[in-house]
């Protein structure tokens, strides 16, 4: 009987401290998120005795902060993935020769799991350890507002809370 104890209060403190041991192993873990992202394009109008169709679709890529699995890309050609040289950024490419008139459709479908990263400033997040890399090199571009991404007024704001 009372080795029957003794293992039913071992087995206890073993379950209570499984949350402790898996944390510590594993460091903090950062809320995240999972989704379905499905991107479509549909070109209209594409006319008549065309000779080509470009065209480009962000690829969006697994980083310290997301995964991202590319579940689906459909369209009347193949796409395939290349690199921007400027930048890096990662893009799905196709050609169409001698389109049809009329519509083409290109969708691209991913699974994607968001980790937070951030509450504060680029230093402070460095400094948290769940930076996994540097910063990039041409960081200080990707902080400059342009026509698509303003950075002052209601946007500022919403980034101040």
Not at 29 to 46: A, G, H, I, N, W
């Amino acid at each position: 009987m009372k080795t029957r104890q003794s293992l039913g209060f071992f087995c206890v403190l073993a379950l209570m401290a499984l949350p402790m041991v898996a944390q510590t192993q594993g460091g903090f873990s950062p809320p995240s998120r999972s989704f379905t992202f499905t991107y479509q394009v549909e070109l209209k109008d594409v006319p008549a005795g065309a000779h080509r169709v470009r065209v480009w679709l962000p690829r969006a890529v697994s980083d310290a902060n997301q995964t991202v699995v590319l579940k689906k890309a459909d369209g009347p050609v193949h796409l395939r993935e290349t690199h921007e040289s400027s930048d890096g950024n990662h893009i799905l490419y196709a050609e169409i020769p001698h389109p049809q008139p009329g519509a083409a459709e290109f969708t691209v479908q991913y699974e994607v799991t968001r980790r937070e990263y951030s509450r504060g400033d680029l230093s402070g997040w460095e400094q948290s350890g769940l930076a996994s890399t540097a910063a990039p090199k041409n960081l200080s571009r990707f902080l400059q507002a342009d026509r698509l991404v303003p950075v002052d007024g209601r946007i500022k704001k919403m980034a101040e809370i």
